[in-house]
Every structure is written in C-alpha cells, then in structure tokens.
C-alpha cells in the first residue's frame, strides 16, 4: 500500500542554518504531495504542497519539489529561526482522498 | 471565512466509556475527514464523509462511528473505550468536487482514556 517515510529526528540546529527533511514515499498512480506542521499542544497546518511531478511548493520560506523520479519531496529552508522549531510531518493524498502521513520530525532551532 | 473547528479541547474518560466529539467545517467545504494521532506518531485515517455519507475508512474497529449533518458539521463516536484510544483526534475539512482537495485541520480533542 502506499506509504511514507521521513526522516528520523529531532534535528537540532542554530539559528540561520539551512534546513533539509528528507521524504520519500511509495504510492500507485500520482498522488499529491504534502507538508504539515505542528507547534506544540495545536493541530496541523498545511505548510505547503505540489500535486504534479517537477512542481515545486513554496511558502514561508520553506520549498518542496515533487521528484517523480526519486519518488521524493524533500522540506528545504535556507535560514531557520527559532520560531520554526515544531513538528514537520510529509503526506501524500492519492484518488482515495485520505492523507497518508509520514511518522512526522521534530525541528529543534537553538538561538 | 471561519476555519475549522472542534470542541471539547480536552476529555477524560475511563475504560467503557462512550465518547463524542465534534468538528465545525471550513465555510464552504462539504467533506470531513478524521485522524487519530497517538503520542510521537504521525496521524491514522479513521474515516472520511461527503455529503452526510461515509466515503472511505481506515483500518479502526467497527466502534468508531460517524455523522455529518446538513450544515456538513460532523461527529466522531467512540463506545467501548479502551487504554489506547488515548490520542489527539484531529478533524480536516475540505471541498471534494471531482477528486481530493488540500485539507485543512481543526486544533483537536484530546482525549485521555484512564
């Protein structure tokens, strides 16, 4: 069945560092691909997303690219900050419309 | 345009018991789905509903129940409640016309089962 994996955390950075997460996942057809995050004690909240291969998510300074060939969306940040220390998980939706979740990676940024 | 809302934030149950809780969807969205997030894991599909009718479920027994109403509002119902159903129940809402849609989560219940 599909599924997905991310990569074991926490991750501990300094402030300013770059940031990568890696994701990649097993799924029939094209499903679409996803970033949640969660702060401590909330709920989800969509970070970003890509529905077709080569697209390229972007927000907050974050980005993803949906690798088709790699089978990969990689959560990319070139200068984190404190306030970016939560929970990042990855997921894919396929034509069954339930989200597929990743075992989620704890992001901690040092000041 | 209001976002997606559940309540209670918090519960406490014991073993046996029955729960309820709810969810208020995203203005404008007609579909509703339900996780199930146990500590330090990512969320488990529970089940999903579309226009007031169950529209795919995930691998959980037959005591996790659901409704949605006209509004497209919806319950979750857990009875016979057991020590591992301690969790954050997550709620999503989204548009589903012609195929799955970006969702958009509540802030959860969570519930604690002693």
């Known amino acids: 069945g599909d599924s997905v994996t991310q990569m074991e955390g926490p991750v501990t950075l300094s402030e300013e560092a770059f940031l990568t997460i890696n994701c990649t996942y097993t799924?029939?057809?094209?499903?679409?691909l996803f970033w949640y995050v969660q702060y401590p004690g909330e709920g989800l909240q969509l970070l970003l997303k890509?529905?077709?291969?080569?697209d390229k998510g972007s927000n907050k300074g974050f980005e993803a690219t949906y690798r088709k060939e790699t089978t990969s969306f990689h959560l990319e940040k070139g200068s984190v900050q404190v306030s970016d220390s939560a929970v990042y998980f990855c997921?894919?939706?396929?034509?069954?419309?339930?989200?597929?979740f990743g075992q989620g990676t704890t992001l901690q940024v040092k000041p | 345009e209001t976002g997606v809302t559940q309540s209670p934030t918090h519960l406490i149950k014991t073993r046996g018991q029955q729960v309820t809780l709810r969810c208020s969807s995203q203005?404008?969205?007609?579909?509703v789905s339900w996780y199930q997030q146990a500590l330090g894991q990512g969320p488990q599909f529970i089940f999903q509903?579309?226009?007031?009718?169950?529209?795919g479920r995930g691998n959980f027994p037959p005591r996790f129940s659901g409704l949605q109403f006209p509004n497209y509002s919806s319950e979750l119902n857990v009875n016979a409640l057991e020590l591992d159903d301690s969790a954050l129940y997550l709620c999503?809402?989204?548009?589903?016309?012609?195929?799955?849609?970006?969702?958009?989560f509540g802030p959860g219940t969570r519930l604690t089962v002693l």
């Open positions: 999503a809402s989204s548009l589903l016309a012609g195929g799955p849609d970006t969702q958009y």
């Open positions: 799924a029939t057809g094209y499903p679409s």
């Open positions: 890509a529905t077709k291969a080569d």
């Open positions: 203005s404008g969205h007609n579909t």
């Open positions: 997921a894919l939706e396929g034509n069954t419309g339930k989200l597929i």
């Open positions: 509903y579309y226009r007031e009718e169950e529209n």
